[in-house]
């Protein structure tokens, strides 16, 4: 199992850290097992440019590939319809982190709880936190999976620190292997 | 036991009350309330009944517990500790520690100003904080405590309670104490509440006794920034919060007619008291972040630190700069040989002639005449030396860096100061000044550094020039809030017309930069919000011009009314804020105010529409004054780095049975919609920290026209920031009246689209069953 250090140095996790997700096809296999996922995104996925893209539309790409409905926090959703997509809800990230927390949620769709949460586009310290709030408080129902390209200690699965080509990368070839046209 | 005549060898007293070993006022014809002097429980349903609405969600910052020798213990999950104590009620600890050590940090700066200003002007000195203008001079202490403070010496007993609680809600965090998270919440609430008296019992002996603004609401402008300082002159930098060394300084310069000779400025809450004092004689360098920018500039020829938020390397930056430093307050002695005793030309002989590169002084007034008389040595042989790079040093540095990003994963907002570096490499420093406007001044960029390059003081070289530029004016800190302002806004606040108050308060942890909260500041303002403010916020609203170069407080007026701009002063004058909500219950709607705690603040949670906004919070002070704010009912959004406080206190909108008060005209359970719906939350961006300030002003009690205005702002900031228009209108619209006249056709879609059923609105919603009028259950 390959050793990751958090990003923001100090901010160690732990005893319980995420396991590092070595390669792209980790995360296609949990998405394809979990049978009611997620998929949060934050307002650094608005202003992160990747190649001539932004890194909302390499994202927006893989949910569609993926089938996964989204919540954009903060202000974001309306770049987000401005790209064709409609988000499951939008709402702000410890809004969606203290439902996930909560078994008895219905979900979005009124399907139930989610068992598998993805998160990327917080910033790294507040993403951290809420992490930490499911890994302690949802653990008996709740997997979840960093995309960021930063690694989160307090996430179930988390990719290491990561160059954003490489970061860009895995995602393409995550939407590519869910059967999408990243 | 009441006495109506009490004759003694020594003394008569008449209409004597002692109560439980207290003694009240028998003057004051308004009754005892229920919860006099309340102790850790007294309010506890009360807080219950929040926290049944506003569920902790716990983010915890640390997975292990290490307060104890079986530490340290892995609490992940649903492991508990070796003491028993669960992963929540931890969490819920630290924050108890956290407010406590605010609470009593507020509570030990009132003390020792109590102290000092009896020293100095007796006991009986009368507590004026707005003269006529003013005549309930203390709603928060008059409201926890049941006292109505006319002197100083009354306010000695407040203190002991303060003293009092603070120690027991310490005690209760010890292990093997409180064991559920709730009843730590609680404590928390309390602790909250008594530094909120804390705070007022400082502000209102220093505006009493030093007579600083009192009440006014066109306190005179000062000057603020990094670039007022006159730097041909001798300049002292006073730093921290607790401001009777500061007044020594400015009476020692008045007194020797030394007007004139010797600059003084300041950072953060003992600038902006100083400048209450004397606004033509000090002035206001900046918030907390600018302490190292400031002082490795070498403009500073002699600092002055007092207590709380004073960087711990203070001393070192200052013998750096070879500035001598003066320490003076027994909670922050730096190390340094206490000279309280020495003569004052000892002691200043010993700092110009560097025998000694600071000393302790623990008597205010000697402070002043030392520091003055050393400024004045010193000053001409220090040539203002500074430790600021030339840009030499930063281009061969630049060359040097290895890209390791150590610095960038030390900086808390992940400035890409490598990214600059290399910028720099190619003779090009404009990144690295772009990069000064986010920094928060922590230096911890520098600590990570493996060559050892002091990547701040670089950033500070590269911005030089707009730094030299930053002059601004801020109004001065005013004070309380008159009561005759609050009879003409209590009404539009109550029924919704004046869509809100919103208080800025709070340190400057800021996720980029200042200008965040002057944007915020100018946004409500321009909307007929009250806008209210404290400390390093009511700092960085100063420090944004508009195209003709006015600052806010220039463009906006000081009175607690619609669109204006209220700086009230420094951190311990948050309860005047707190204050005015407090008198708008009781002026405004006549409900006693005296110790009836949880009736304020069930009038405060169901009809004032107030919120604070903490942006940049990083304190534990931060923490405890937030949670004054909840216990009366008052939600308080923090910034992203406020997430770090580790549990947010969180509404949910989809739970409909969460969101029924009782009419308390009739006895019935009325479902009233998240109003307010969250207690305390962390925005991501300043987007959604707008957006929901405007939804957290919304309360059951509005009218159906103030809840149309609060809605206008509502929608009409959700539609620009986000984009969209806001998909929880239903929660909020109670009959079509309440939909804003301009916007009908676009809600009434959103209405029909969530099968909207209209509702019922209740003139009188409330918490409290036992205030329901026609007792039905």
Known sequence: ?182 | MKAKELKTAGAVAKDLEVSIGRVFDGTWAEPVGPTPFPSITDLRKWDFKLLQRYKPFYMPFCDVCCLCTFGKCDLTGDKRGACGLNMAAQQARIVLLACCIGAATHTGHARHLLEHLIDKFGRRFPIAVGGMNVEIEAPVTRLVTGIRPRILGDLGAVLDYCETEVTHLLAACHTGQEGSNLDFESKVFHAGMIDQVGMEVADMVQISAYGFPKADPEAPLTEIGWGVADVSKPVILVIGHNVPSSISIIDYLKDEGMYGDVEVVGICCTAIDVTRYSHSLAKIVGPISWQLRFIRSGIPDLIVVDEQCIRADALMEAQRIRAPIIASSPKNCLGLEDRTESLALEIISDLAEGKASGVLILDPEKVGEVAVRTVMAVAPERKKFKVIPDVEAILTAAHECTQCNECRRACPNDLPIPDAMKVAAKGDLTPLAEILSDCVGCARCESACPNGFPLHSFMVKAGEQSLAEEKFKIRVGRGAIQDIEIREVGGPIVLGEIPGVVALVGCANYPHGGREVAEMAEEFAKRNYIVTATGCAAMSIAMVKDEEGKTLYEKYPGDFGAGGIVNVGSCVSNPHIAGAAIKIASIFAKIPLRSNYEEIADYVYTRVGAVGVAWGAMSQKAASIASGFWRLGVPVIVGPHGSKYRRMLLGRKDCEEDWYDYDARTGDRVYVGPTPEHLFFAAETKEEAMVMIAKLCIRPADTTKGRAIKLTHYIDLHKRLYGVLPDDLHLFVRTQADIPITMKGEVLQVLEKKKWKEGRIINIPTLLPRLIRDRRE
């Open chain 1, 1 to 182: 199992m390959a050793i990751a250090e958090p990003w923001q140095t100090a901010e160690i996790g732990g005893p319980k850290k995420a396991l590092v997700i070595t390669k792209p096809a980790v995360v296609v296999a949990m998405i394809k097992k979990a049978k009611h996922p997620i998929l949060v995104v934050g307002h650094e996925a608005v202003e992160t440019e990747v190649g001539k893209k932004k890194a909302i539309d390499v994202i927006i790409d893989l949910a569609k590939a993926a089938e996964i409905p989204v919540v954009a926090t903060a202000h974001i959703v309306g770049e987000v319809v401005q790209r064709d997509f409609r988000p499951a809800a939008w709402m702000p990230a410890v809004d969606i982190g203290n439902r996930l927390k909560d078994s008895k949620w219905s979900g979005l769709d009124g399907g139930g709880q989610y068992d598998l949460a993805l998160f990327v586009g917080i910033p790294y310290y507040m993403e951290w936190v809420i992490l930490s709030g499911l890994k302690h408080f949802a653990f008996n129902h709740l997997t979840t999976i960093s995309l960021d390209r930063f690694y989160q200690p307090q996430a179930t699965w988390s990719f290491p620190n990561t160059a954003i080509e490489s970061w860009a990368e895995n995602l393409t070839v995550i939407g590519d292997e869910l059967g999408g046209d990243v």
